[in-house]
C-alpha cells in the first residue's frame, strides 16, 4: 500500500455519520496538520490554511458520509431508525451496520424477512425504510440498555476498503466524499513541497448529505476569492443506465459538473479547467444533473459570489455500503487540480 491507498483507506473507513464527525475531523485534522494551519468552524468543519499571499482559493470535500440515527428501541429490543442523507431504501436490507453506542461499537444488520415466509404479493413490494429495523442481536430493550445503545446514537454502514483484482480499484463505503478529503490531502502535500501562487484553504466540510451546512458555516471563516469543490461523480457504464443519463466512465478520467440543481459553475474557471486539461494531456469527462447538489451550492453564493466549479472522481455504486473508483481517475484528478491551482494568481482569479 502506498501513501495514497492508506490515506483512502482510513478515509473510507472511519466513522462520520452528518452531525457526528468528530471521528473523522480528528483524523482529517492529523492528516492536514503537517501541512499548514488547522482550524475548526464551529459546526465541526476542519480547515487548513496553506501560504501567505495572493487570492484565497478554497477546497472543499465534505467529510460526512451517509448513515442512520436510532431514534427508538422497541420492548422486543429492535432498533428503530432514520436516514441521514439521501439512501434508496432498496439497498438497506440485510445490509451490517455499526451502531456508535456510548459503551463503544455494537454490530448489527437490518432487518429482512426471509424469503420463505414472504407472500406472493410481498415478494413484489420495495420495503420501506420506516418498516426496518436493526437487530444487534438482542432480545429485550433491557438488553439493548445494557450494550450502551440509546436513542440518537448514529448508525453506519459496516464495510471495509479492499483492492479489487487488478489492484488498480478500490471498494469501499463513504467514497462520497472521503475520496474529495483523500484528494485535498494529497494536494496539500504536493503543495507544501511546491511553491504556489495563492493561499490554499482546504476545507472538510461537515453536514454536506443533509443540506450543505458546513460549506455554509466555514465560508464564513475562508471568505473565499475562487473555490474547487472536491467531489465524486456517478458512473452511467453499469447495467441499466442509458449514455444519455450519464456517459461517465470509471477508469475514463476525472469529471467536471457543468451544471446541477443548485449551482451553474463559474464559465471562465470551468473553461480555465477545461484547457489545462487539454494542454496536460488528461481526458476529462461531462456530468451535469438536476437531481444533485454540492456544497458550491453555497460556495459559489458567499457574499457577492466566489467563481466555483466542482471536479468529480466516477465513482460506481455511490450511497451504498461498497463504491467502487479507478486509481488511475484519482491520480489524474490531483494532477489537473494542482495545475489549476497553481494557475490560480492575482490577476487570473481577477478575471474569472
Ligand atoms: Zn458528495
Known amino acids: 500500500m502506498d501513501e495514497i491507498e492508506t490515506t483512502l483507506k482510513q478515509l473510507s473507513e472511519v466513522h462520520g455519520v452528518p452531525g457526528y464527525e468528530e471521528e473523522v475531523a480528528q483524523l482529517v485534522a492529523g492528516l492536514m496538520s503537517p501541512h499548514g494551519e488547522v482550524l475548526r468552524d464551529r459546526i465541526g468543519s476542519v480547515i487548513c490554511r496553506q501560504g501567505e499571499a495572493g487570492p484565497k482559493v478554497m477546497l472543499a470535500a465534505h467529510m460526512d458520509e451517509i448513515g442512520f440515527m436510532v431514534h427508538h428501541v422497541s420492548a422486543e429490543g429492535f432498533l428503530r431508525f432514520l436516514p441521514l442523507g439521501g439512501w434508496w431504501d432498496q439497498v438497506l436490507l440485510g445490509q451490517r451496520v455499526i451502531v456508535r453506542a456510548r459503551k463503544g461499537p455494537v454490530p448489527g444488520v437490518i432487518g429482512a424477512k426471509p424469503p420463505h415466509l414472504l407472500s406472493q404479493e410481498e415478494r413484489k413490494k420495495l420495503v420501506e425504510l420506516k418498516e426496518m429495523y436493526i437487530d444487534v442481536g438482542a432480545r429485550s430493550r433491557e438488553e439493548v440498555e445494557a450494550l450502551g445503545i440509546r436513542p440518537g446514537d448514529p448508525v453506519v454502514p459496516d464495510s471495509a476498503f479492499t483492492v479489487l483484482a487488478d489492484g488498480r480499484r478500490y471498494m469501499g463505503k463513504a467514497f462520497d466524499d472521503r475520496v474529495g478529503l483523500a484528494l485535498m490531502v494529497e494536494l496539500l502535500r504536493r503543495f507544501a513541497r511546491e511553491p504556489h501562487p495563492n493561499t490554499i484553504y482546504a476545507v472538510a466540510t461537515a453536514m454536506e448529505e443533509v443540506g450543505c451546512r458546513g460549506a455554509k458555516t466555514s465560508c464564513e471563516l475562508v471568505d473565499p476569492d475562487v473555490a474547487l469543490v472536491l467531489e465524486v461523480d456517478l458512473c452511467g457504464d453499469v447495467p441499466g443506465i442509458k449514455p444519455e443519463e450519464s456517459a461517465i466512465k470509471l477508469g475514463g478520467g476525472p469529471s467536471i459538473w457543468l451544471l446541477d440543481a443548485r449551482m451553474i459553475p463559474n464559465l471562465r474557471l470551468r473553461d480555465l479547467v477545461i484547457d489545462t486539461a487539454e494542454e496536460l494531456g488528461i481526458p476529462l469527462q461531462f456530468s451535469a ?17 466566489v467563481p466555483t466549479v466542482v471536479l ?4 460506481r455504486h455511490i450511497h451504498s455500503h461498497a463504491g467502487i473508483i479507478s486509481r488511475e481517475d484519482f491520480d489524474r484528478a490531483v494532477q489537473l487540480a494542482a495545475a489549476v491551482i497553481a494557475k490560480l494568481d492575482e490577476e487570473r482569479v481577477r478575471a474569472l
Not at 312 to 315: E, L, N, R, W
Open 312 to 315: 468529480g472522481v466516477p465513482t
Open 289 to 305: 444533473y438536476t437531481g444533485a447538489a454540492t456544497d458550491g451550492a453555497h460556495i459559489h453564493m458567499h457574499r457577492s459570489g
